[in-house]
């Protein structure tokens, strides 16, 4: 896919010798670093535009997601490093001890594994007891990025060229590939492997192998321990050739103005419902999210001065649920380093086989209070994976002077 040369009107012009030249002579000249500052600047001005009311922290907070989103981009694009024939760790990510991005759960970590889908890999190792769950991560990015221009103007270009936007074609629950002895050995690819071998099918967009692994007691449980290879010859440079640096800055300013986008548009639309939790799942695979094995439901909590937010739900049979409250760009306000500040299975208190969690601004002396802080307004998601079936939860405003210890 393309559209940058390829709408020259020749084939010769679209052809990837042309683009390789076009890419190399941007890097060279000074374009490709300028167009890339030109995407960063249209990323500040969703930072200016949607932070509700101009609140000075919302726009220190906003400015700062973007610094932290930068660095993400620089960390998986520009630094971006598939792997050769020797093997080496498929690396856990864990949540930082505040912030994340796009309600980050704190019982999880993520596996970021770039990939190339031209080559094979073989995955290999110990499935461990914690529940992971793997997708192929398939983003819209043009065969010839890098070798055009978006500038100021990317964002009208987004529906075409978003790194954040990901299809996850195929996903798996690790432990359904693993051997009864909890051992893993599959081989990434987009050709059938053929027989003999457990199979996980990339496609043509896939750029990274992307897991997710969720704890019901990070203490007691084993996260998986996997090492991968590529299966398949090919050059592998130190640093990226000229043409392949000026495709990489494209791609990660294009990351980071999709996640600008993509979140605030999410978070716009969740403030038309306020102090409601739902199901938003187009905007939830628009970023790449997994129904298929969770219920998620988003919303966005406003108190008022001696009111609080309960939120109320019979508890179904799941692996593990929690709750959580951000802040207006979707960055976790929980301090879980010492378990404050969100609400889990694990945790939670019940009634009846119900659960009642307050957010309040001071303590209620309720059970399951979740402390905004000094805060008073956010984003706030619940999720419960593979739940035996899908859960009704009730949001209300309600006098803090009308809350019971229950």
């Given amino acids: 896919m393309g559209f940058g040369l390829h709408d020259a009107g020749s084939d010769e012009a679209g052809s990837p010798d042309a683009v390789a030249a076009e890419r190399a002579a941007r890097l060279r000249d000074g374009r490709a670093w300028a167009d890339f500052c030109d995407t960063l600047k249209a990323a500040g001005r969703i930072v200016e ?6 609140d000075p922290r919302d726009l220190v907070e906003g400015y700062r997601y973007l610094t932290r989103m930068t660095a993400m981009a620089g960390a998986r694009v520009i630094e971006r490093r598939t792997p050769a024939a020797t093997p080496r760790p498929v ?10 991005q796009g309600v980050q759960s704190p019982n999880q970590d993520h596996i970021v594994q770039p990939v190339d889908f031209r080559y094979r890999y073989r995955v290999t190792g110990a499935a461990g007891d914690a529940y992971t769950h793997l997708s192929a991560w398939s983003p819209p990015v043009p065969d010839d990025a890098g070798a055009f221009g978006l500038g100021l103007d990317a964002e009208v270009f987004l529906d075409r060229f978003n790194p954040n936007r990901a299809r996850t074609p195929h996903s798996f629950v690790l432990s359904d590939l693993a051997l009864p002895d909890g051992t893993v050995d599959f081989v990434l690819s987009v050709g059938d492997p053929g027989p003999g071998e457990v199979w996980f099918p990339m496609v043509a967009e896939t750029r990274e192998l992307m897991g997710r692994v969720v704890y019901e007691d990070r203490a007691a449980q ?6 991968i290879r590529c299966l398949d010859d090919h050059p592998q440079p130190a640093a990226p050739e000229p043409d392949d640096m000026a495709a990489r800055l494209a791609v990660a300013a294009q990351l980071v103005l999709g996640l600008q986008s993509d979140y605030a ?3 716009r639309d969740l403030m038309s419902r306020p102090n409601q939790l739902g199901l938003t799942q187009e905007w939830y695979e628009r970023i790449g999210g997994s129904p298929d094995d969770r219920h998620f439901l988003f919303g966005y909590w406003q108190l008022r001065p001696g009111r609080a937010l309960v939120v109320e739900f019979d508890e179904p049979d799941c692996r593990h649920w929690n709750f959580q409250l951000c802040n207006h760009w979707m960055e976790n306000l929980a301090d879980y380093a010492r378990g404050r500040g969100y609400v889990d299975r694990q945790n939670a208190a019940r009634s009846g086989g119900r659960v009642r969690i307050v957010v309040a601004g001071s303590d209620p002396g309720a059970a399951n209070w979740v402390d905004p802080g000094d805060r ?3 984003v706030m998601g619940l999720r419960f994976v593979q739940p035996a079936a899908s859960v009704e939860v009730a949001c209300e405003l309600v006098p803090l002077a009308d809350l019971s210890p229950g």
């Fill in 49 to 54: 535009r949607e932070a509700p009311g101009g």
């Fill in 91 to 100: 690396r856990l990510i864990p949540p930082p001890v505040r912030g994340g």
């Fill in 222 to 227: 084993s996260p998986p321990r996997l090492m």
């Fill in 265 to 267: 548009g999410w978070t």
């Fill in 376 to 378: 008073d307004h956010g």
